[in-house]
C-alpha cells in the first residue's frame, strides 16, 4: 500500500508546503506521527484548536448528532442550530444581534463584503497594511500581503490598504464611497502585531460618523485565544460585523458573520448549502460550552503571560521582540525563521511563521504550564544554534 506522503506527491495539487510529518491523532495540546512520536502542537491547525484535539465534548455531540440529522438547509429551522446562534450573541459585543453562519473564515469575510456593500450602498473599503483575510477573490482582495495576490488578478476594485495603527492615514481614507473598514485587532498572518486601543477608537468613531461599517476580523482571534471570547472586547469596541471561524467548532470546519443592526439584507440575497449544518452547530454548541465551562479566556491570559516569560529569560541575541496577547504570541527574530521552525518539528514542538522572521504559537488553551515551559526551553535550545546559512 502507498503511504501517506506518496499519494500526496501523487494527486494533491502542490499548494502547501509540506513538511515531513504525516499526522494520525491528537489529543488535547499533543498530536502524534505515523512513527508514533509525540509532538506539543503549537500550530494547532493554524489556531483552529482552542479547546484541544479531539475534545470529549465536541466528540460526543459530533457522535450524537450524527446519528441524527447531518445536514439540514437554512430555509428549515433547526433546533441546535438556533442555540449556538443565541449563545453566540450572548458571548459577543452587545453590537452584534444577528448570525449568518458559513463553513470557514474566507466565506465569513465574503459574507461582511457583500453584507456592507449592500447595507450602505457603498463600494469601497479600507483595509490595513500587513492585514490577512483569506484567500479567495474577495477575502484577497482585501488582503495585503501581494505575495498571495500575484497572478490571480485582477482583483475586486475599491479596496484600499493603509498603516496599521496609523489613524491619520486612516481618516484620509475612509469617504463617501466607503462602505466598510476591515481590521484585524492582532495582525496574525502579518506577523502577530497588535493593534492601539486609540487606532480602534477613531476607526470607530470614523464609520460612525462618514456612515461606513466597522468590520472586525476575528477568525485567528476569536473564541478566547486573546484573554477575552473576541479580542475586540479588549477594547470595547461594538463592530458593525464580526467575523469569526477557525476555533468556532472545535476543529469542524465552521464560520459565523455576526452582524449589528446597520446591517440590512434581503430573503435571497446570499445563502449557503452547508453552513450551519447540525453537525457543525453540535460540535460549535460543545466547544462554546466548553469554553465557558472551563474559563479558557482567563486560561489563555495567565498560559500567555507564563509562556511569554518563559521566552524572555532566554535572553537569546537572535531576539528582536515578542508579541503577544493572551496565547497568541509571536516571536520575532533577527534573521528568518523558517529553519528554526524546523528544528523546532526534530524537537517535539509544531509551530508555524508569521510573515518570514516570527515564529508564531498558536497551541490548544488547555495547554499545560509544564508543555509551555518545554517549548519555550526547545526554542532556546534551537536558537543557540547557527541555523541562518540554512534558510
Known sequence: MSSATELSQTYELPLFPKRNITLERGLGAHVWDD???????????????????????????????????????????????????????????????????????????????????????????????????????GALSATHNQKYRDGFGPLLEGFHHTPFNNIEALAAAVNEHTA???????????????????????????????????????????????????????????????????SMAGGVPMGATLCSDRVK???????TTFGGCPLACAAGLAALNFMLDEKLAEAAEKKGAYFAECLAALASPKVREIRRLGLMVGLQLKEKSTAYIQALSDEGILAIPAGPTVIRYLPPLVISNEDLAYVAKATGRVLSRDLAAKE
Do not use: W
Open 265 to 271: 439584507v434581503e430573503v435571497g440575497s446570499h445563502g
Open 180 to 246: 466598510g473598514v476591515m481590521l484585524e485587532i492582532v495582525q496574525g498572518e502579518g506577523g502577530v502585531y497588535l493593534g492601539e486601543p486609540g487606532f480602534f477608537k477613531a476607526a470607530q468613531e470614523l464609520c460612525r460618523e462618514r456612515g461606513a461599517l466597522l468590520i472586525i476580523d476575528e477568525i485567528q482571534t476569536g473564541f478566547c485565544r486573546t484573554g477575552k471570547m473576541f479580542a475586540c472586547q479588549h477594547f470595547d469596541l461594538e463592530p458593525d460585523i464580526l467575523c469569526a471561524a477557525k
Open 35 to 137: 512513527t508514533g512520536k509525540r509532538y506539543i502542537d503549537c500550530a494547532a491547525g493554524a489556531g483552529s484548536v482552542n479547546v484541544g484535539h479531539c475534545n470529549p465534548q465536541v466528540v460526543k455531540a459530533i457522535q450524537d448528532q450524527a446519528t441524527r440529522l447531518i445536514t439540514c438547509t437554512g430555509i428549515f429551522h433547526h433546533e441546535v442550530r438556533s442555540h449556538l446562534m443565541e449563545k453566540l450573541i450572548k458571548v459577543s459585543p452587545p453590537s452584534l444581534r444577528k448570525v449568518y453562519l458559513c463553513n470557514s473564515g474566507a466565506e465569513s469575510v465574503e459574507a461582511a463584503i457583500k453584507f456592507a456593500r449592500f447595507s450602505t450602498g457603498r463600494p469601497n473599503f479600507v483595509c490595513s497594511v500587513r492585514g490577512f483575510h483569506g484567500r479567495t477573490m
